[in-house]
C-alpha cells in the first residue's frame, strides 16, 4: 500500500502480447496530468486488481484509485490491472519531468542553520505525529472530488523549489504558498476527517491534516487559529482555519500541501489555474 517508485522494465514484447492476447484496452480511465508531482485519479471495473510499479494499491468498491508521482519520479511507469476476469492489461505511463526553481542563500547564521538539540527534538517529535497522520488509511471516497483551493490570493511559493543555505541544499519545498494576511480563512478542498489538528509545531506553527480517503491527504500550515480538531468530519468549502504566520516563516500565507501516503504531491494538479480562479471572482465582484 505505500507509494513507492520501482525501477521494474517490462520488455515491448511482453507488452504486446499481453494487449493482443486479452484485447482489453480502454478499460482504464485516467484523469490528471502525467508529470512530475502530480496526482492522477482513475477507475476500473469494480473488482479489479490494480498496480503501480507492480506494487499493489487500493481499489474502492467501485473501481476508483488515486497514484502518484513524487518529485524526481522516473519517466518511464507501468500500471498493470487484472480485470475480474482474469485479464490483464499493462499500460505504460511516461512521466514528463519539471524543471524546479532553485535559490541560493548565503550569510546564514549557524543558529537558524542547526538549531539547539531541545529544538531539534521537538521538531523531530512533530515529524512522527505528522508522519502517523499522513499514513492513515480510511475507505472514504472524498479523494474523487473535484478539489477547490482552500484559500485564494497570491502564489508566494511553489512546489519543488529548493534553497541552497550557504552552500548546503535545503529540503525541497512541497507545497503551495498562497500569501493571504493572518486572519484569512482557510476552507477545506475536499470532504475529508481531521487526523491531526496542532496549534504550535517548531517548523510549521499551526499544522492541520486532512484525510480524503485511500491514502490521500491535505496539509496546513502557518495557522494562526484552527476550528477543527482531530476526529471531525469536515465537508467541502467548510471553514477550518485561518492563516497565520506561526513557526519558522518570515510572513503570514497558508502552505498547502498534498501527500499519497507518504508521497509529496503538488497540490495545483487537482484544482483550476489560481489565475482563472481569481479571474472569476473579479468577474463575480464586477456584476
Known amino acids: 500500500m505505500a507509494a513507492k517508485q520501482f525501477n521494474r522494465i517490462y520488455p515491448t514484447s511482453i507488452l504486446a502480447l499481453v494487449l493482443m492476447a486479452f484485447n482489453a484496452q480502454g478499460e482504464i480511465q485516467l484523469d490528471g496530468i502525467f508529470e512530475q508531482g502530480?496526482?492522477?485519479?482513475?477507475?476500473?471495473?469494480?473488482?479489479?486488481?490494480?498496480?503501480?510499479?507492480?506494487?499493489?494499491?487500493?481499489?474502492?468498491?467501485?473501481?476508483?484509485?488515486?497514484?502518484?508521482?513524487?518529485?524526481?519520479?522516473?519517466?518511464?511507469?507501468?500500471?498493470?490491472?487484472?480485470?475480474?476476469?482474469?485479464?490483464?492489461?499493462?499500460?505504460?505511463?511516461?512521466?514528463?519531468?519539471?524543471?524546479?526553481?532553485?535559490?541560493?542563500?548565503?550569510?546564514?547564521?549557524?543558529?537558524?542553520?542547526k538549531p539547539n538539540l531541545a529544538a531539534q527534538e521537538r521538531a523531530a517529535k512533530d515529524s512522527k505525529q505528522t508522519r502517523a497522520a499522513r499514513n492513515t488509511f480510511s475507505e472514504q471516497t472524498s479523494f474523487m472530488q473535484d478539489f477547490i483551493w482552500p484559500v485564494t490570493g497570491r502564489i508566494s511559493g511553489v512546489y519543488g523549489s529548493q534553497r541552497v543555505y550557504n552552500g548546503k541544499p535545503g529540503n525541497p519545498h512541497y507545497g503551495v504558498d498562497v500569501a493571504r494576511p493572518t486572519g484569512t480563512v482557510v476552507v477545506s478542498p475536499a470532504d475529508g476527517v481531521i487526523t491531526l489538528s496542532e496549534p504550535d509545531m517548531f517548523y510549521s506553527g499551526g499544522t492541520m491534516i486532512i484525510d480524503h480517503g485511500y491514502g490521500i491527504n491535505s496539509t496546513f500550515l502557518h495557522l494562526s487559529k484552527l476550528y477543527a480538531k482531530e476526529g471531525d468530519v469536515v465537508t467541502q468549502g467548510q471553514q477550518l482555519a485561518e492563516i497565520g504566520a506561526t513557526g519558522r516563516v518570515t510572513g503570514p500565507h497558508l502552505d498547502w500541501r498534498l501527500n499519497w501516503y507518504q508521497m509529496r504531491l503538488d497540490p495545483v494538479t487537482v484544482v483550476p489555474p489560481m489565475t482563472e480562479v481569481l479571474a472569476a471572482e473579479k468577474a463575480v465582484k464586477n456584476k
Open 38 to 113: 502530480a496526482l492522477v485519479r482513475g477507475s476500473v471495473p469494480a473488482g479489479s486488481v490494480v498496480k503501480l510499479n507492480g506494487e499493489e494499491i487500493g481499489v474502492t468498491p467501485l473501481g476508483q484509485f488515486a497514484i502518484g508521482f513524487e518529485r524526481e519520479a522516473k519517466a518511464e511507469q507501468m500500471l498493470e490491472v487484472v480485470y475480474p476476469s482474469g485479464l490483464t492489461e499493462l499500460k505504460p505511463l511516461s512521466i514528463a519531468t519539471k524543471e524546479y526553481k532553485i535559490d541560493r542563500i548565503t550569510g546564514i547564521s549557524k543558529k537558524i542553520m
